[in-house]
Every structure is written in C-alpha cells, then in structure tokens.
C-alpha cells in the first residue's frame, strides 16, 4: 500500500478483519449481521464493507472503448427529425436512435447532412421489412457506416403478446434480412423489457441471455455485433455487475454456437423509479444510473429526458439528458480508463 500510495506512507493499512473489528465494537452488542447485513431482492446478503483482502482478482472480458453518447429521436416529422439529428450531433451526440414506425420513410433524406463515418445509427423498428434493411444496407455500404436495425420479434412478442406483422414466420424473415444485409448489425435482445416490467437483476441477466439464445439457435452465421438493449436501476453497484456479467455470459454463450461477433451493449435508464411530482430528481437518478452503465462496460448510452414519463420529446429535456453524459465524459473523465470500476 505504502509503495503505491506514498501520500499515505505514514498510515498503516488495515485489514478487514480490523475493520469488523471495529464496526462491532461501535456497534455496542447490537449483532453484526441483524443490523448492518440486508438481503437484496436477488437474494445476495450484502454486507457493509467489503476489502480487497477477502478476494481474488477477477478477470471479467469488458469493454475495451469509451462509451458513446447516444440520442433518441422518434421519427414522425421527416424534416423535423433530420434536423433534430443533425443539431444533437454538433451538441455532442455520439450516435443517434431513431424509432421508426413507418417502413416507407426515405432513409437518405433522414440521414442527410450527418457525418455517418464519425457516428453510429440506430434504427428502432417494430418491423420487418427486406426493403427497408436493404435500403440501410446500401447506405452502410456506400458511406462505409456504422448503423444497426434492431429487428427483435422475441421483444415485440414479449411487449406486445404477439409476434411482428405481416409476417408469415417471424424467425425465417430474420433470417433471411440477416443473410442479406452484410453491411449493418440487423438483430437485437430488448432486455429493458424485463427490468421495466419488475424483473430482479439475476432474472433480467436470464431472460435476456435466454432471449439472445433464441436468436443463436434459429439463425445461423450471425457475423454482426447483437445489440443488448438493457434498462440500469438505481442499485449502483449491482447494475455495474449487471452489465460485465451479461457481456461475460453472452460471449460464453456464443462461443457455444461458435460465433465469434460479441455483443453492443445500448444502456438506458430504468422508467421504474422516475416520479411525477419530484421531477427533478429524476435528474439526479438517472445522472447515477448512466454512471452504473458506462462503468459497467456499456458500448452506448442514451440517457432518459427527466421529464420522459409526463412530456412529449422536447429540446430541453433531451438538451439536459445528453449535457449529463457530456459532463460524465468530458468533465469527470469517465472514458479515460478502460476499467474505471477497478
């Protein structure tokens, strides 16, 4: 400790065992594991301190970039949301999701004015349509892009009760965009649907792996990134572990099938906790809830307006949302290690 930390030469470390040591002797005879050890919904006991003589290092495969600062659009307006996409990109934004609805958009008009050789494009679609990912295609081939299609059946039957329309096999559809578009990553697991819904962090961790398998086990040579959309709650260091253990098991996973593409981890913060009447506090929970995600190993991060569950997409809100990741990166340095965790 002395020879890597001279500033504290004159202090002698002290163990773990000398710090219980202590609490209990602070504690007055109140029992040590009544009082100070609580369970947490996913069953684990967490104790009030925990020291780094009690552990072995471990070695957890995490994300070896810093994160990207990602805004939602929703496209309704053509015009409106190119020009939406293009003012987020000189106010910082990073990469773009857009949620789109209609199939028939005209994607170069959308993706007009953007410089998509410095940026990374996300299409959020509840459809499947050969035109539009082909289409995607080309652009991503021609501008030699960074763009994914989250094309995720299992999340809109997980959502919604019912697989995507106007498809007579959901899998096979799938499969065949994925055979056709060489240039762009075309499959996603919606894990934010489990947290969002009440699930605990092993079973969110669960469904999504078990989600992401279906893909595995119906579509061959997948050869593009999966995209993990996940939702991070407010339980700070669980979410951190959250997201290293789902990129850790998801490469076991695709080892398994012999598939070599790893996985782009989209983090988002939980909707679970936000409040109507304290809104502004939303600020400060989603503020630690990027911090879980981007110390967690998240590739992207699209941070949630405080004002998302009362107010339709504004330019304050989302000024605000992406002025908090901003300050992350550029202010507390958040990308200048690649494991800031350890």
Not at 122 to 136: Q, Y
Not at 168 to 190: P, Q, R, V
Not at 313 to 341: C, M, P, T, W
């Amino acid at each position: 400790m002395t020879e890597n930390n001279p500033l504290f030469s004159e202090f002698a470390p002290v163990s773990s065992k000398q710090w219980k040591q202590q609490i209990q002797f602070e504690l007055k005879g109140a029992d040590y594991n009544e009082t100070l050890v609580w369970e947490s919904p996913e069953g684990i006991k967490v104790r009030p301190f925990y020291h780094r003589d009690e552990f072995a290092p471990a070695a957890l495969s995490d994300n070896e970039k810093a994160f990207s600062i990602c805004q939602d659009i929703f496209v309704f307006d053509l015009e409106k949301s190119a020009h939406r996409a293009n003012d987020s990109v000189k106010r910082g934004a990073e990469s773009i999701r857009f949620i789109v609805e209609d199939e028939t958009i005209d994607v170069d008009k959308l993706l007009s004015g953007l410089p998509l050789e410095n940026i990374a494009i996300f299409f959020d679609v509840d459809f499947l349509s050969p035109d539009f990912t082909a289409k995607v295609n080309k652009i991503a081939k021609d501008k030699n892009a960074r763009i994914y299609c989250l094309v995720d059946p299992v999340g809109h039957l997980a959502k919604d009760g019912n697989w995507i329309p106007k498809s007579g096999d959901n899998f096979a559809d799938l499969k065949s965009i994925s055979a056709a578009s060489e240039h762009i990553g075309t499959i996603s697991a919606d894990g934010s649907l489990y947290q969002n819904a009440g699930a605990n962090i092993v079973q969110q961790i669960a469904y999504t792996l078990a989600h992401a398998n279906e893909y595995f086990d119906k579509i061959e040579n997948i050869n593009k990134p999966m995209v993990l959309q996940m939702a991070v709650g407010t339980n700070y260091f669980f979410e951190i572990a959250k997201l290293r253990a789902v990129r850790s098991l998801y490469n076991l996973i695709a080892k398994e099938y012999g598939i070599t593409a790893g996985c782009h981890i989209l983090a988002t913060p939980s909707k679970r906790n936000k409040t109507l009447y304290d809104y502004n506090v939303n600020m400060l929970r989603t503020t630690t809830e990027c911090m879980s995600a981007v110390l967690g190993g998240a590739d992207t991060v699209a941070n949630l307006p405080y004002d998302a569950i009362y107010h339709k997409s504004n330019e304050f809100g989302e000024r605000i949302s992406r002025n908090q990741l901003l300050i992350l990166k550029h202010e507390s340095y958040f990308d200048k290690v690649l494991n800031a965790a350890d």
